[in-house]
């Protein structure tokens, strides 16, 4: 197989990781959403858990994003 | 990625010398020694966020009334959002530490928001920059557990209440884990400034060649900026609490 053929594939599948992001981030805001609707005097508590769960878990889409770069354009 | 007209949108990373390259020795070419360093874009928009923190921190508390004016009021804000976070996150030892992660915090937000000015450069998009601030904050940390706790730091390592079997899996798990926290610190911060600012290149890139219908492209790219603004406060926040983390780590033991 051609090395440039190979890349591809493979940044395609390093990008197939992203649905577990998707998911988490998804679940984080439902999560937020549920509990500010439940007891709406909680939500200042939970705000600050909210955007830290967020940025970690997009840090890990960006690890993904990371990785499929490395392989389209390092190797 | 899309090279429209050769022009790549990594390009906008490129470290570039303003006013010739330092430590060149002379050549019959050019027979005047360069200067030592070299002055290149990144340092100047290092410099420039330094003096713009410091600006307004300085001139906004120049004439300090007990009610403040609106700069007054954005300097306290910033004080006491750190202050409020290191409370929170490290307790009352500390407060020793506030310097630290309050030139921390500013920094990474100044850098991060002087990025979003048109034909700018972020310095934070460097995994060069992101991995010495996380590696001063982990390298800082851990020598500050030695400090306080001597070789007891290492107790960190096994939680309290392990039954001794699992000890041998555990311990190298849980070093492992903190030796990837400098790399994890390093990489998000680095990885969402440069995935940002190339995904908003390359729509940008798609405003012109369409025409009429670039309004598309336009009205995403407007979005993003956005999007970009509040991730460049956000990056800089989860940098500093977890900071805040790993120093509350290194002086309370779990």
Same mark, same amino acid.
């Given at each position: 197989?051609?090395?440039?053929?190979?890349?591809?594939?493979?940044? /395609?599948?390093?990008?197939?990781?992203?649905? /577990?992001?998707?998911? /988490?981030?998804?679940?984080?805001?439902?999560?937020?959403?549920?509990?500010?609707?439940?007891?709406?005097?909680?939500?200042?508590?939970?705000?600050?858990?909210?955007?830290? /769960?967020?940025?970690?878990?997009?840090a890990?889409?960006?690890y993904?994003?990371?990785?499929?770069?490395?392989?389209?354009?390092?190797? | 990625?899309?090279? @429209?007209?050769?022009? #790549?949108?990594? @390009?906008?990373?490129?470290?570039?010398?303003?006013?010739?390259?330092?430590?060149?020795?002379?050549?019959?070419?050019?027979?005047?020694?360069?200067?030592?360093?070299?002055?290149?874009?990144?340092?100047?928009?290092?410099?420039?966020?330094?003096?713009?923190?410091?600006?307004?921190?300085?001139?906004?508390?120049?004439?300090?009334?007990?009610?403040?004016?609106?700069?007054?009021?954005?300097? @306290?804000?910033?004080? @006491?959002?750190?202050?409020?976070?290191?409370?929170?996150?490290?307790? $009352?030892?500390?407060?020793?530490?506030?310097?630290?992660?309050?030139?921390l915090?500013?920094?990474v937000?100044?850098?991060?928001?002087?990025?979003?000015?048109?034909?700018?450069?972020?310095?934070t998009? =460097?995994i060069v920059v992101t991995f010495a601030l996380a590696a001063v904050v982990f390298v800082g940390v851990t020598l500050i557990g030695?400090?306080?706790? &001597?070789?007891?730091?290492?107790?960190?390592? +096994?939680? #309290?209440?392990?039954?001794?079997?699992?000890?041998?899996?555990?311990?190298?798990?849980?070093i492992l884990s903190y030796f990837t926290r400098p790399v994890s610190l390093a990489l998000r911060l680095f990885a969402?400034?440069?995935? &940002? $600012?190339?995904?908003?290149?390359?729509?940008? #890139?798609?405003?012109?060649?369409?025409?009429?219908?670039?309004?598309?492209? +336009?009205?995403?790219?407007?979005?993003?900026? &956005?999007?970009?603004?509040?991730?460049?406060?956000?990056?800089?926040?989860v940098f500093t609490?977890l900071s805040c983390v790993y120093l509350?780590d290194a002086?309370?033991? =779990?």
């Amino acid at each position: 197989m051609e090395v440039a053929a190979a890349k591809l594939i493979g940044a /395609g599948l390093a990008v197939i990781g992203l649905g /577990g992001v998707g998911a /988490g981030i998804g679940n984080i805001f439902a999560s937020m959403i549920t509990a500010g609707t439940r007891n709406p005097s909680a939500i200042p508590t939970v705000q600050g858990f909210m955007w830290i /769960g967020f940025a970690l878990v997009e840090a890990v889409a960006l690890y993904a994003l990371l990785i499929a770069l490395l392989v389209l354009f390092v190797f | 990625m899309a090279a @429209e007209g050769g022009h #790549s949108p990594l @390009e906008q990373f490129v470290v570039k010398a303003l006013g010739g390259h330092g430590g060149a020795m002379p050549t019959p070419d050019a027979p005047v020694a360069m200067p030592f360093y070299t002055f290149t874009n990144s340092a100047l928009f290092m410099t420039l966020a330094v003096v713009l923190v410091t600006a307004f921190l300085v001139l906004g508390m120049r004439r300090a009334a007990l009610v403040p004016s609106r700069w007054q009021c954005l300097a @306290e804000i910033s004080y @006491e959002f750190i202050g409020n976070m290191i409370r929170d996150n490290v307790g $009352h030892d500390g407060r020793k530490y506030f310097p630290f992660i309050f030139t921390l915090f500013m920094f990474v937000f100044a850098g991060n928001i002087l990025g979003m000015m048109p034909y700018s450069f972020t310095y934070t998009s =460097h995994i060069v920059v992101t991995f010495a601030l996380a590696a001063v904050v982990f390298v800082g940390v851990t020598l500050i557990g030695f400090a306080k706790h &001597g070789l007891h730091f290492l107790s960190f390592f +096994l939680p #309290s209440g392990v039954p001794v079997v699992m000890a041998p899996l555990l311990i190298p798990i849980e070093i492992l884990s903190y030796f990837t926290r400098p790399v994890s610190l390093a990489l998000r911060l680095f990885a969402n400034m440069t995935a &940002g $600012h190339t995904m908003l290149k390359v729509f940008a #890139s798609f405003i012109a060649p369409l025409g009429v219908v670039g309004v598309v492209p +336009l009205a995403l790219v407007i979005g993003l900026a &956005g999007l970009e603004f509040i991730i460049a406060f956000l990056q800089a926040y989860v940098f500093t609490i977890l900071s805040c983390v790993y120093l509350n780590d290194a002086l309370h033991l =779990h």
